[in-house]
Structures are given as C-alpha cells and as structure tokens.
C-alpha cells in the first residue's frame, strides 16, 4: 500500500480534534492538528494533506474563509474538504459547498460516518490507498494483494517501486515533481535525496518494460515525471 494518507484536521474544541486524531490514527492515517484557520494554512503549505476535515466555527476566520483561501492554493484543488458545522439550515449547506467543500457533515455527527465520508472521497482522490485497484491501458496495480501486472503478465516489484507506481497510476498524466514523490512514495518525515527518486524511477521502468512493451513512465524535464 502507498504511504497513509495524511488528513488535516481544523478544529479549534480541543476534545474534538483528539477524538478525531484518534479516530482517523486508528483507520490508519497520519494526522495534523490544527485549531485556528492561520495554522492551518501554515501546516497546509508546509505540508499538503490528502484530505482536510474543516470545522466552520473557527476563532478569528471562519472555516468558510479558510476553505476558500485553501481552494485558491496551488496544490488545493485535488485535495478534498469536509466541512463539519453545526448549522443544519440547507443554505448554509449549500454556501460550503459552494465555497468550496465537496461534503458537509453537520455536527453532532457519527464518528463511523465521518469515517466512512473520508474513506469516499479518498477513493476518488487516492484510490489505492483504500484499497481499490488501479488500471492504466495495460497495468493493472491491486494494493490489496500488492501484485501487478501488465498486458496480463505479472511485474515483480519491490516495495519502494510499487508505491511509486501506485502514485503515478492515481493520477494519469500529471506531472510529479521529484520532492512531491518524495514526500508521497517515502513519506514525509524520511530524509533522502531527490536523486534516489531516479534510481527508484529506473528500476520502475527496467521492471515494466521485462516483458516487452512502450516505457509507460514520461520524464518532464526539469519537472519529475509522469505516467503517460
């Protein structure tokens, strides 16, 4: 599987956040924390989550306002916001998905329905990381049995190798920088040169051309690489 997914969360009542760390930690994702809009924007930039779980109320600017300004963020727009508020009126439902959410949760809520809310909208934008299989014109990538194959024919992969292709097969055709792979494939807290993500990318490609075929990975000079 590929490295957790990283969820920030924005609540400014203390007990609520660690019910949620704790929550989300125990379905197996790694957590920020944060209890005011400016951090979070700090964290979110310092950072980029898979997923932001954001509650309205927040001191000082409203989590309406941070969703708007994070949706404005270079690497926002594929990251999903779940708003959590306890206004239940369907305007102010529609006024944070206008803004910018793509769910609304209203508060009080069910943790095993929050849950399963994050769970969805990570499988539209990191499919493999909740376990759904990945198919690209001739690879087929299953995180679950953590095997692959293309044009039927299985791949051997170590496991460095294969998170790098379940992030490229995620997103077909973007471009990833060599820093973006790093923090995705390795992780964010794992030092090591961005050149290891060009050894790691050969052997990607020496694995996936073993049985003949087009090399599926594209370099993008002086960006990173692509699938595609």
């Known amino acids: 599987m590929s490295t957790r997914p990283h969820v920030l969360i924005v609540e400014d009542e203390a007990s609520q956040r660690e ?16 209890g005011t809009g400016d951090e979070a924007l700090t ?6 989550p898979d997923l932001v779980v954001l509650d309205w ?24 916001i779940i708003m959590l508020s306890a206004r239940t009126e369907e305007g102010d439902r529609v006024r944070g998905l206008e803004t910018g959410a793509d769910d609304y949760v209203t508060k ?4 095993a329905e929050l849950m399963a809310r994050v769970r969805a909208q990570l499988r539209r934008t ?7 299989a990945l198919v690209h014109e001739d690879l087929t990538l299953d995180p679950e049995t953590w095997r692959v194959h293309r044009n039927g024919q299985e791949v051997e992969l170590g496991p460095t190798e294969f998170r790098l292709l379940s992030t490229l097969m995620e997103r077909p055709g973007r471009v990833w920088t060599r820093e973006q792979l790093l923090d995705r494939v390795w992780g964010r807290d794992i030092f090591v040169d961005s050149r290891t993500v060009d050894v790691h990318v050969g052997r990607l490609r020496k694995a996936l051309g073993r049985h003949g075929g087009d090399d599926p990975i594209r370099t993008v000079r002086g960006a990173g690489y692509a699938l595609g």
């Not at 949706?71 to 926002?76: C, F, G, H, L, N």
């Open 108 to 111: 009080p809520y069910s943790v």
């Open 57 to 80: 109320m927040l001191p000082g600017v409203s989590g309406i306002e941070i969703c708007r300004r994070l949706k404005r963020r270079e690497a926002a727009p594929e990251v999903p």
């Open 19 to 34: 019910i949620l760390a704790y929550n989300l930690e125990a379905e197996g994702f790694s957590v920020s924390r944060a």
């Open 43 to 48: 964290l979110f930039d310092e950072a980029p």
């Open 126 to 132: 990191r499919p493999a990381t909740v376990g759904q």
